[in-house]
């Protein structure tokens, strides 16, 4: 109604000032210039998630058909332009016929049975006297029929358009796949973490506790050792099962991005805060306490450490470091698990090919268990997932006899 208003104004002070609202032909040429500026207005981005609510409130279609929020590109403006006009333009053909027939309808059903309206002139053709004018109720019958006919006729019509012109297009959907991508991946790299943290201290607490179960009464100062390992082991990974879970509940609280950072946090990444619960542990600090623990569990372990040219390991890169633990920690955790005999574990800096790279490898006897699956497979795998995250790769299985676990993980670029 205003862009028709807007263009009678117009019509009307063109053809010399005359009232196009008397003249049924200037009213058309009114509604045919209105049209033009009903697309032009719907090509602004924010007209689709309004006329995406009016769809889904009168259309009846399934909201899950429809694009959520403005339209991004121009192809989608389009669409929602040609969407608009129809609905504007549908919707005025619709509403003039339901404003001028019933009336109509209403006079010629009770044109037989008052006759003041029998003098009325209605239109070309008068509905004479006797059986003709008996037909004049069925007339406004058929009129308010057709009324109905059209109004049902242009909401199937519209119900029907209203999903493709305002579905999703391609860039629409690329941008909720990726979204969902990065919904996956902040869910992924949290149950890394709480599998890495939560199944490391489960399987080293049940070894500590069988082994100081068997020596209870002939070596009561390994009693003691196992006793105070399984306190720190579970102190420290209830620590970090808390940190994680805060995570999850910042990122509930603070939408997506605080999802992202609650995702980089877990897996040591740059928004993982300056605080140690936030970052997780790292080789450099918390490598010491992972030995002491996993061997109370009766379990030698033999460990080469040699940082290379960085000559400390407080110099590696923050997340290369935390990622690494978390690899040691599922090897030793795996280890513990399944295999048997002493574990002899290298962590070495190396520069191969003019590329410095983080070397972890860990060997063990062979078991008739195997090792590739811990906890359903996720940890060997999760290792492999935080390896390639940063360009590099993990290789595990039999090795000269043995079972061998080896990541390459590289610092400052390069893959291998």
Known sequence: MPYFLLTQV???????????????????????????????????????????????????????????????????????????????????????????????????????????????????????????????????????????????????????????????????????????AAELAVRGRLARELHDAVGHALSAVTLQAAAARRVLDSDPGFVRDALAAIEDTTRRTVGELDAVLGLLRDGDAGGDGAADGAADGAAGGPAGGAGRSAAGPTLAADLDGLLERSRASGIPITARRDPGPAGDWERLPAIVSREAYRIVQEGLTNALRHGAGPVDLRILVRIRGGRTRLEITMTNERTTVPQARTTGGRGLRGATERAVLLGGHVEAGPHEGRWRLRAVLPLGGGTR
């Open 10 to 180: 117009v019509v009307g002070a063109v053809c010399g000032g005359v009232n196009a609202l008397d003249s049924l032909p200037l009213s058309l040429v009114a509604y045919a210039a209105a049209l033009p500026l009903v697309a032009a207005t719907g090509l602004f981005a924010l007209v689709r998630p309004m006329a995406v609510a009016a769809a889904r409130a009168l259309c009846g279609v399934p909201g899950e058909r429809f694009a959520e929020g403005p339209a991004r590109t121009w192809a989608a403006r389009g669409r929602t332009s040609l969407w608009w006009t129809l609905h504007l333009g549908v919707g005025a053909l619709v509403s003039g016929i339901s404003l001028a027939a019933p009336p109509m309808a209403v006079v010629l059903i009770a044109l037989p049975f008052v006759s003041a309206l029998r003098e009325m002139p209605l239109g070309p053709g008068r509905f004479g006297t006797g059986a003709q004018m008996y037909l004049a109720p069925l007339a406004g019958v058929a009129l308010l029929a057709g009324v109905v006919l059209c109004a049902a006729g242009a909401g199937a019509l519209l119900a029907r358009l209203a999903p493709v012109l305002l579905g999703p297009t391609a860039a629409d959907r690329l941008a909720a796949a990726e979204e969902r």
